[in-house]
């Protein structure tokens, strides 16, 4: 099961890495939840899920990651990222990022993201300065 996991991890982050939000909701299960620990609520469902990274897609459209480190269990992996780009708003985007991710049946069944809050709030203020 680990390498399925695995697996699935390198499709998921193929699906990121292509900016594809349709691809990436496809990954998840029917009643899914994404949580971006950030003061945002969980959103529920793959429709929900979709909408959600294509509003990331929006406010950083070259969003890039550069994986730090993975561990793959069974049914999970954790992963630690540097996101980095340019956000809409002008600011350079250069944030750590920690997922946490539950698989259910192949899919994924919880996305638990953990982000450097204060780095994301310059990175999206107008010209990259915190308010």
Not at 69 to 94: I, N, Y
Request: aromatic share 8%.
């Amino acid at each position: 099961m680990t390498a399925a996991t695995r697996d699935l991890f390198e499709r998921y982050h193929a699906c990121w890495e292509s900016r594809d939000p349709d691809r990436i909701a496809g990954l998840h299960t029917a009643d899914s939840v994404f949580h971006l620990h950030s003061g945002q609520e969980p959103v529920r469902g793959q429709a929900a899920v979709r909408e959600a990274a294509a509003g990331m897609f929006e406010l950083v459209p070259d969003l890039a990651f550069d994986l730090v480190s993975l561990r793959v269990g069974e049914d999970f992996w954790v992963v630690q990222w540097k996101l980095s780009g340019t956000s809409a708003a002008g600011g350079a985007v250069d944030i750590d990022l920690a997922d946490f991710v539950l698989v259910e049946n192949g899919a994924v069944k919880e996305k638990h993201s953990y982000v450097d809050g204060v780095a994301m709030q310059a990175a999206l203020a107008p010209n990259g300065a915190a308010s």
